[in-house]
């Protein structure tokens, strides 16, 4: 047993090499792009010249993804992160289970959490029992809808995502996938531990007009739910009345101008589950 585990982590630590490498020729001023401003946000050159700042610290893949930048819009995964109720606590999501300071031949880490907290995807079993026990877990999510051109678009500062919020902003049909920054980002609730329950998130006249009058099949948002607290329940059951409709929760969109990109969001294949964590980023 021992030795298999051993081989195991012998072959993370071959996985993790590359990883590894591009980490050591991160300079100190250069911080990882979770936690610097704005200019740190992309990975790859400026468009049409390499960028003051040695952007290739993330490998020399650009034609790999068709020359454009790559813009993390998942929040790092930590034990403070906000939870779905005002004031709560979520505590050590990673740990170690076995450790080297004690004693073990491996340092070997363990993974506890909700699988709606932090950047995560609702699965339409999520609010709907039908869905739920017709297996329509994250498992069966489609990639076609989860990866393709999004529009990154600025509610309106001052409310909800009503049906008149959503009617000003003039998405033109057609659009299958919109990521609504709000007030949610301003604030900077994602990096408030303990919840705040006054967040900005889709009404339920808002979830019908968006089903009513739009394209959209996926619907990405700036805090831990598309829909706001006193809505939460009745504008999910709206967007999960199709199957077909995937819920985006706690996108990080700081610092990224409104507009065009090719989103791409891989949310683990957690059989049985109605939420999964997601890693999503845009290229421009
Ligand atoms: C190491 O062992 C001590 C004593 O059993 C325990 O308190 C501590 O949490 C362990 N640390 C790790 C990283 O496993
Ligand atoms: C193993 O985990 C300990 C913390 O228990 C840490 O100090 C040490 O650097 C880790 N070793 C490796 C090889 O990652
Ligand atoms: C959005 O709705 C919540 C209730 O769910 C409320 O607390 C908040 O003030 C509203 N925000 C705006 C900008 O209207």
Not at 206 to 221: E, F, P, R, S, Y
Request: aromatic share 6%; proline share 5%; glycine share 10%.
């Amino acid at each position: 047993m021992a030795a298999a585990a051993l081989s195991l982590f012998l072959l993370f630590q071959l996985l993790l090499l590359p990883a590894r490498h591009a980490l050591a020729t991160t300079t100190a001023g250069d911080a990882h792009p979770g936690y610097a401003g704005a200019e740190a946000e992309t990975c790859g050159p400026e468009p049409g010249n390499g960028g003051p700042m040695g952007r290739r610290r993330h490998g020399p893949a650009l034609e790999e993804y068709g020359g454009g930048r790559i813009v993390d819009i998942t929040h790092p995964y930590r034990a403070d992160l906000p939870a779905f109720a005002t004031g709560a606590t979520i505590g050590p999501l990673v740990r170690l289970k076995d450790s080297m300071l004690n004693g073990s031949e491996y340092n070997l880490s363990e993974l506890r959490m909700e699988c709606h907290l932090g950047t995560h995807v609702d699965a339409p079993g999520h609010m709907n029992q039908a869905h739920f026990a017709a297996g329509l877990d994250v498992d069966t999510l489609d990639l076609a809808t989860l990866n393709g051109p999004a529009l990154l678009v600025d509610v309106q500062r001052h409310t909800n995502i009503t049906a008149e919020a959503m009617e000003s902003l003039n998405i033109p049909k057609g659009v299958r996938r919109v990521l609504f920054r709000t007030l949610n980002t301003d604030k900077g609730l994602m990096w408030k531990a303990g919840g705040d329950m006054s967040f900005v998130g889709f009404t339920k006249d808002g979830a019908d007009w968006l089903v009513d009058n739009t394209d959209i099949k996926l619907v990405g948002l700036d805090y831990l739910s598309v829909a706001s607290f006193e809505h939460s329940v009745p504008a999910h059951v709206v967007f999960f009345k199709n199957a077909d409709i995937i819920l985006v929760e706690a996108l990080k969109l700081d610092n990224i101008k409104a507009g065009l990109y090719m989103l791409h969001c891989l949310p683990l294949r957690l059989v049985g589950s109605e939420g999964s964590p997601v890693r999503c980023i845009l290229i421009k």
